[in-house]
């Protein structure tokens, strides 16, 4: 095993070029990726559980003004077959009268990925809100163009009381990435039939990842209420408010497998044992949601393998016995090792040693 510092130089410019204009798989779930009221069709890898919280606030007029927090809570799981199921809750929602607050579950589904060579991602999400008794679809897209995603969104929502037959909703929005954990963020959308007194729904925001965390902050301004289809369709007082991401990774607690790289790995993915790639050809593997992504390379003898952290978290590449170590791979930051001994090298993230992989070498 050989530790091939020499190209790091080299390769590390233009990792670190090609990084930047390169979409990450699957890190759309980020707020840095998506716009207030638009979802950007976000899937996530099997075994990883999100917790979001978000909180809009009002404030009555003068001389009262009180101020009253309207809540929307996700919980949602990430499943094998680029599927995400959860539902949002919002304690204070406006939707129905006598209906206090809303249950929407849903189920969605990542059809299509930018990472995976497709020229857009695309989503369909199919929910059902308890407060509008009803079911509710939304098809997304997005698409990156170096520092720009830009997304949009067509919803077909159930009916409230007072309107007649199924409502149709279009939204649209995009973010500006300025930094690795900076980037601004806005939407509109609309009913194409809105009702009296309702607006045109909007959404501004400044996003911001906590550095050394899987965690992301919104703050932002908007006339929306809820996080639902629903909610997020339908515009009325300005609110400020801010939204926290929390991803929990499984893997973490239970047991230490590597959950499944998805479907829509890059094609670097070599598990199904493919012929190995010649050597001198360089193969990626992602980290991220603590996670090696493909968890399982085979790789010819000499072949470099270029490891490339997108998590906010400092990972490393250790050998399980002697052989290789990266050393800390900062966040955004990517490290080369050059495999030579045929044998497979499983290996593990020192700070994080439930997260595992394997590099397997064989000759052509
Ligand atoms: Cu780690």
Avoid at 36 to 41: I, M
Avoid at 150 to 167: C, H, M, T, W
């Amino acid at each position: 095993m050989v530790h091939r510092w020499g190209r790091l130089a080299v390769g590390a410019l233009a990792v670190l070029v090609g990084a930047a204009l390169r979409p990450a798989p699957l890190r759309a779930q980020e707020l840095l990726d998506r716009t207030p009221n638009l979802s950007g069709g976000w899937v996530s890898y099997p075994g990883t559980v999100h917790f979001n919280f978000l909180h809009r606030f009002t404030s009555s007029d003068a001389p009262e003004r009180k101020v009253t927090s309207a809540p929307t809570f996700l919980l949602a799981a990430g499943l094998p077959g680029r599927l995400l199921a959860g539902f949002h809750y919002a304690t204070n929602s406006t939707l129905a009268p006598n209906y206090p607050n809303e249950w929407e579950f849903f189920g969605r589904f990542g059809a299509l990925r930018q990472t995976a060579g497709a020229p857009l991602d695309v989503s369909a999400q199919a929910d059902y809100n308890l407060a509008s008794d009803g079911p509710d679809g939304e098809i997304s897209a997005a698409r990156r163009q170096g520092p720009v995603r830009v997304l949009a969104a067509v919803r077909v929502l159930s009916p409230l009381d007072d309107e007649d037959g199924a409502q149709v909703a279009v939204a649209g929005g995009a973010t500006l990435r300025l930094a690795r954990d900076v980037a601004i963020a806005a939407d509109v959308g609309s009913l194409t039939d809105r009702r009296p007194g309702e607006d045109v729904a909007w959404g501004a925001a400044l996003q911001l990842g906590i550095p050394h965390s899987p965690h992301t902050l919104s703050l932002q301004v908007g006339n929306t209420n809820t996080a639902t289809l629903q909610g997020a369709s339908r515009g009325g007082t300005t609110r400020y408010g801010f939204e926290f991401t929390i991803p929990i990774t499984l893997a973490r607690y239970f047991g230490g497998k590597q959950p499944p790289a998805p479907a829509a790995a890059p094609p670097a993915a070599a598990a199904q044992a493919p012929p190995p790639p010649a050597a001198g050809d360089t193969v990626d593997v992602t980290i991220e949601g603590l996670g090696f992504h493909p968890g399982k390379v085979v790789v010819a003898p000499g072949t470099a393998v270029r490891f490339t952290n997108r998590d906010r978290l400092v990972h490393t590449v250790t050998a399980n016995a002697a052989g290789f170590d990266s050393g800390e791979i900062q966040p955004g930051q990517s490290k080369v090792l050059v495999f030579t001994q045929p044998g497979a090298h499983p290996f593990h993230c020192t700070p994080h040693p439930f997260m595992t992989g394997t590099i397997e070498v064989r000759a052509p």
